[in-house]
Every structure is written in C-alpha cells, then in structure tokens.
C-alpha cells in the first residue's frame, strides 16, 4: 500500500509554498527591496526590476524542488532493484 493521492497533494503544496513565500518576500519587506537599492541603484531604480529577481529565484527553487525529486526517484529505483534482487537470491538459497 503506497502513499497514493497524499504524495500528489503534498507536492502540491510544495510547489504553492514556493510561489506564496516568494510573493510574501515581495510585499512585505521593503528593508530587502532598500537593500538592493543601496548596492545597485540604477538596476534597483523601479520595483519591476525587484519583482523580477523575486521571480527568477521562484523559479530557481522550484527548478531545483524538481531536480531534487528526480534524483530520489532515481535512487529509490536503486535500492528498490537491490531490495529485490536480494529477496530473489534469498528465495534461491533456499530452493
């Protein structure tokens, strides 16, 4: 019995977490907005510029959510073959 429709669920909000954190990043902390002023003040010069580099790190950490995901996967097929491969030379031992 597998974890079925929650998995779904769950990275469901993984992905939603990102994008909402990423938007609270945005309105509510002017002092980082001020920040990038300082060190750059004809990059930082309008907020579009700020929404777009909170944007591009959205993307960067959903890009590396699913990497991460895939490279699990990838070794959960490894020890799952090795799992079995293990029962199957068991079950011949004791033949």
Known sequence: MGIGKCLDFLELIQ????????????FS??????????RDKTLFEHSTNY?????????????????WTELMEEDDRFFESKRLNAIHSTAHEAT
């Open 15 to 26: 992905f939603s977490s990102v994008i909402i954190n990423c938007a609270i990043v945005y």
């Open 51 to 67: 929404l777009i580099l909170v944007v591009c790190v959205e993307h960067a950490l959903i890009l590396l959510k699913m990497l």
């Open 29 to 38: 902390s002017p002092q980082i907005w001020d920040w990038f002023k300082a």
